[in-house]
């Protein structure tokens, strides 16, 4: 029997216990660490963000899932990686924090033949002054729909803004990236678009400036050079539909800005050319960027070789090649199971 971890429950995770368990079947042993109980479906925290959905429906308990699955659950983090294990004992193993309510804190080494880490970003607000509280967390200045939570603050936040626009102040609402490295910009871009359609159906649009902000090379490239899709016959590329998109809708843009600075009201940020610039808002929702979740990895002796497993920004190192090596290794009875 062999023991299979997978450390983090999110999309990549969970997908990877779920069908691991599902393959190896009761002869191995699979487990999840993951800090939180509940599931969240990320993708639609943009709809909590505008009220569209409910938290509730976008979140499950992980417990009676990994139970029916015959998944080992353990609610906690892990923090330490020792891929050699220790003196004495080989067995690679990993350190876990409890996060659950009756045993939080409580610290457990779990050993593995097998490691799974899928423990994603973490959300780096502190990377950009005033974007963070200086604690790890999003400060107080603007609002995420990263997480469930974030999103239903998000939405409680520019339900204000609707009132105030209702009232006959006019509002600035700015969407986008809150600092120059990041990425999921495609998750900012449905955002303004679902607060532009939730403003006209409240029938506030009129009095709401839209802008978008990000560090985009061009309107549609989404953090990744752009796409191309097939529309009604014809293959169009998301640049022209992003430009028509925000013409169309009114949406006033600054792309190729890294977000320097965040303030009550205002951020300041810098153009490629190096000049920099403000931007007042009273309502903004900047995605953070992301870093590695921040595991320290041990030597069988006690030394620190976290450097040799992640990189500086806390990601673990890759092959990046992300296939199964030469040609010559590959097998059609590997399909569609390695592929
Ligand atoms: C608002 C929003 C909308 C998005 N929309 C889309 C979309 O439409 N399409 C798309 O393809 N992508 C979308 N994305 C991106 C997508 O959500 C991510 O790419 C995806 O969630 C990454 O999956 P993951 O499992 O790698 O990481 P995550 O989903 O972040 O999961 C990581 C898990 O690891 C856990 N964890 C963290 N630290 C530890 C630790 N130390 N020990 C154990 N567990 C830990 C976390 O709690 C979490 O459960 C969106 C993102 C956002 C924020």
Known sequence: ?????????????????????????????????????????????????????????????????????????????????????????????????????????????????????????????????????????????????????????????????????????????????GHGTCTCQGAAFEYIFNIEHEAKKAGVREMLDIKWISNEAFLGDFGMGGLHMKVGGYTVSSKLFAESLYAERDVDFIIGAHTSKVEAGKIEYELLDGTTHEEEFDFAMLIPPFSGVGFKAFAKDGSDITDKLFLPNGFMRVDAKYDAGAYENWKASDWPSTY
């Open 1 to 177: 029997m062999a023991r299979l971890v997978v450390m983090g429950g999110g999309v990549a995770g969970h997908t990877a216990a779920t069908f691991a368990k599902k393959w190896l079947g009761k002869e191995h042993e699979v487990v999840v660490v993951t800090p939180n109980s509940q599931w969240n479906w990320i993708p639609s925290n943009i709809w909590v963000g505008v009220g569209q959905m409910t938290k509730k429906d976008v979140v499950f308990p992980l417990a009676p899932v990994y139970a029916k699955a015959g998944i080992e659950y353990k609610q906690a983090l892990a923090t330490e990686i020792h891929p050699e294990g220790k003196e004495g004992d080989e067995t690679p193993y990993i350190v876990i924090k409890s996060t659950k309510e009756d045993s939080k804190g409580e610290l457990e080494e779990l050993s593995y033949d097998y490691l799974i880490n899928a423990t994603g970003p973490k959300l780096n607000f502190d990377a950009t002054p005033g974007l963070g509280n200086g604690q790890g967390q999003m400060g107080e200045h603007t609002v995420s729909v990263c997480t469930a939570e974030h999103a239903v603050h998000a939405n409680e936040e520019l339900k204000k803004i609707f009132e105030k626009a209702k009232a006959g102040e006019r509002q600035k609402i700015l969407v986008g990236t």
